[in-house]
């Protein structure tokens, strides 16, 4: 994933744009950057590796290099950027959140087409914002050039543009898949990803961007340059799972949409006469809590911490390279309260299951801790496909998704003909697929949010999200 911030300031818009940008760390853990127009100095940039420091620590010199009354910064999952480019449009920085997933196909026809280069990564890889302003730079103007370039993207593309002058462009993905959000301060407008992020820094929001919608920010406001479209796919994951809780999308507040979430599953859990008899409900921290708060409320079942991760020395447990290494900080993470544990029947509602590498670490640490039983909730429906959108987790293909696998070990390939059977709890296969993961996983019992559970708590037309990675309808 990952996430930006701009600003278009009467003097200093660097601060902002310091701070702005820093307010969406929880979004990528890879590469950070910024970006700042000043009209002495031109267009500046400066791009870290954010991987074992938080974005502050490899930035806070960044007020005695570069100076600006406009500035954009991105957090990524993925690549360096933003990008310094020239072209025919001149010199600008341009950063981008979203998935390329027909660039080597994209790649060989630009290259037959426009005898053009690119800067390689290691193993030829091309940074796909890179490849997104090669796309822009073969229209006549911006405008063009980024719904060309969103024509030709398979994936998806939601981007800022720093110009040399100093204005803005901010572009919404064509199916709105991530939010763009506009806010008004003194004498400055800015564009974010997280609302609360402008919010904090005394901008108050106005308006979010259609899907498709293109506008030109500069420090007097705001002028669209394409109208938004009618049809909008946004990530329902947003408040599921990455989206920081004092956000809003689409007028729906994450943390809100999280207790009406767990509320829901508890509700359908009584109704079923499925809920275990436990001492206490707790959240897989931090995402899970919510949905669990939730989930408490209605069940009238105490909520409790039983364990708690250290994070003044390990706040970043899934930076390292390699799985082994991410499990172990993980496990060095987790200090458990051992009166709320030793002899307890525990429920954990976690805000999904995907690969649940580090989750059965986490339930033989609680057994371990003396827990007497481990009942599991996800609070999504299990996830049978890998974001081609997105890239919200790094699966490289849908077998690496627990869910797919324990469907492959029960029935092999007849399995992937009935997923949607697999996902209903009610039926014999979705029991089964939950019954094996509860034997792999030392889970007690398992069960998912359903997919109208999820829509249901987000109050948004189904239309209108995207559920691709559960159902995998596009």
């Not at 760390?25 to 940039?45: C, F, M, N, P, V």
């Not at 490849?131 to 398979?154: H, N, P």
């Not at 640490?365 to 609070?379: D, I, Q, T, W, Y």
């Not at 997923?419 to 993961?437: A, H, M, Q, V």
């Amino acid at each position: 994933m990952g996430g930006f911030f701009g600003v278009a300031a009467r003097e200093n818009a660097l601060i902002d744009a310091f701070f702005g940008t820093d307010y969406h760390s929880h979004l990528g853990t890879a590469r950070a950057g910024l970006a700042a127009y000043d009209k002495e100095l031109g267009l500046q940039r400066e791009i870290h590796n954010i991987q074992n420091s938080p974005f502050r620590t490899k930035f806070e010199h960044v007020f005695d290099e570069m100076r600006g009354i406009s500035a954009i910064g991105c957090i990524s999952d993925g690549e360096p950027q933003p990008l310094l480019i020239r072209s025919h449009h001149g010199t600008y920085a341009i950063c981008n959140v979203g998935a390329v997933t027909n660039a080597d196909e994209l790649i060989e026809k630009y290259f037959k087409t426009s005898g053009g280069h690119f800067d390689a990564m290691t193993g030829g890889a091309v940074n796909p914002t890179e490849l997104i302003a090669a796309l822009i730079d073969q229209k006549t103007d911006f405008v063009e050039g980024i719904r060309f370039a969103q024509s030709e993207i398979k994936g998806s593309i939601t981007l800022l543009i720093l110009r040399d002058g100093g204005s803005i462009i901010a572009a919404r993905d064509k199916l709105g898949r991530l939010p763009v959000i506009l806010g008004k301060g003194e004498d400055a407008y800015c564009v974010t990803f997280e609302s609360f992020a402008a919010e904090k820094l005394g901008y108050t929001v106005f308006r979010e961007l259609g899907p498709g919608e293109i506008v030109e920010i500069t420090h007097e406001g705001t002028r669209q340059l394409v109208a938004p479209g009618k049809e909008m796919k946004i990530c329902s994951f947003l408040w599921s799972y990455y989206g920081y809780s004092p956000s809003s999308y689409e007028g729906v507040n994450v943390e809100v949409m999280r207790y009406r979430n767990g509320e829901l599953m508890a509700q359908n859990e009584q109704e079923c006469g499925t809920m275990p008899a436990v001492d206490s409900i707790a959240g897989m921290p931090d995402s899970g809590t919510p949905h669990a708060i939730g989930y408490a409320n209605a069940s009238r079942v105490p909520f409790a911490r039983p364990f708690l991760k250290y994070t003044p020395t390990w706040s970043r447990s899934f930076t390292a390279g390699k799985q082994v290494d991410r499990s172990r900080v993980a496990k060095m993470k987790q200090v458990p309260v051992k009166e709320l544990i030793n002899g307890k029947n525990l429920m954990f509602v976690d805000d999904s299951i995907v690969r649940g590498t580090q989750l059965k670490s986490t339930v033989d640490f609680l057994f371990n801790s003396g827990a007497k039983s481990v009942h599991m909730r996800s609070a999504c429906p299990p996830i049978m496909y890998r974001c081609k959108y997105l890239n919200f987790t790094n699966a490289k293909n849908d077998m690496e998704l627990l869910a797919r696998r324990i469907i492959l070990e029960l029935e092999g390939e007849e399995g992937q003909k009935h997923i949607e059977e697999y996902s209903d709890g009610t039926t014999e296969r979705g029991k089964n697929l939950r019954r094996l993961i509860c034997e792999k996983m030392h889970f007690d019992s398992l069960e998912f949010q359903s997919l109208e559970g999820v829509i249901k708590a987000i109050g948004l037309e189904p239309c209108k999200l995207c559920t691709y990675c559960w159902n995998g309808k596009e």
